[in-house]
């Protein structure tokens, strides 16, 4: 669990790439510069964590490329202590970005596998989500509602109703929409029943799951 200088010196390079890529919030691109992305990933993938890339992680899924996790956490514009409910563990990577900007993060993953290595390396690491469990992400956390901002790391083919539920007025959530090719979607909760709502371009990302049983 080795983060040297040579790593450092690749994340200031990444941190550049985004910049160049139109990534402005400081906070975002100093978190980036912070967690050690190469500790998320298989050992075999180390010499290649800080590209623009995405990877395999087990379990059918992938720790996103670094641009699409900047470029959703820029879209939450995130404020300390903010509630933020994270759909979609994974790796736990978009997870320690988040907590590295001061948010209070609550996060969901459906595959067991994931969840079991996720909460092992997070504390290992010494990133303390507020709240990590196993479970069906279209559900959200009801039990911890409402939050600042909601952020789903998977393509949904539809927007889950609890999650706007669960979103307090003003909140932000961040989605992507679409089955084969996804649309990142930002919804502003105006009041009880109204949202705004932005498309901001394409991305690929590995589909939301619903538990169908």
Do not use: W
Not at 19 to 42: S, W, Y
Not at 107 to 128: D, H, M, N, Y
Request: overall charge positive; aromatic content about 8%.
């Amino acid at each position: 669990m080795k983060d040297t200088a040579k790593h450092q010196g690749l994340r200031n390079q990444l941190v550049s790439i985004l910049e160049q890529k139109g990534i402005t919030d400081k906070k975002v691109l100093e978190a980036i510069k912070k967690v050690p992305r190469h500790l998320f990933l298989n050992s075999s993938f180390e010499d290649y964590a800080y590209q623009d890339k995405a990877f395999p992680i087990g379990a059918g899924q992938t720790i996103s490329q670094p641009y699409t996790v900047a470029f959703q956490s820029q879209l939450l514009e995130v404020q300390k202590e903010h509630k933020i409910l994270e759909i979609g563990t994974g790796s736990g990577y978009q997870t320690a970005v988040l907590c590295a900007m001061g948010a209070k993060v609550y996060t969901i993953e459906r595959q067991i596998e994931l969840f079991k290595k996720t909460s092992v390396l997070l504390p290992k690491l010494g990133i303390r989500p507020k709240y990590i469990s196993s479970g069906d992400g279209y559900k959200g956390l009801e039990i911890h509602a409402p939050f600042d901002s909601i952020i789903v790391t998977a393509g949904a083919p539809i927007i889950p109703k609890p999650l706007m539920a669960q979103l307090k007025i003003g909140g932000r959530l961040v989605i992507p929409l679409g089955e084969e090719v996804q649309i990142m979607t930002l919804l502003i909760r105006k009041n009880e029943t109204q949202f705004e709502k932005h498309e901001l371009g394409e991305f690929k990302f590995v589909p939301l799951l619903e538990d169908t049983n």
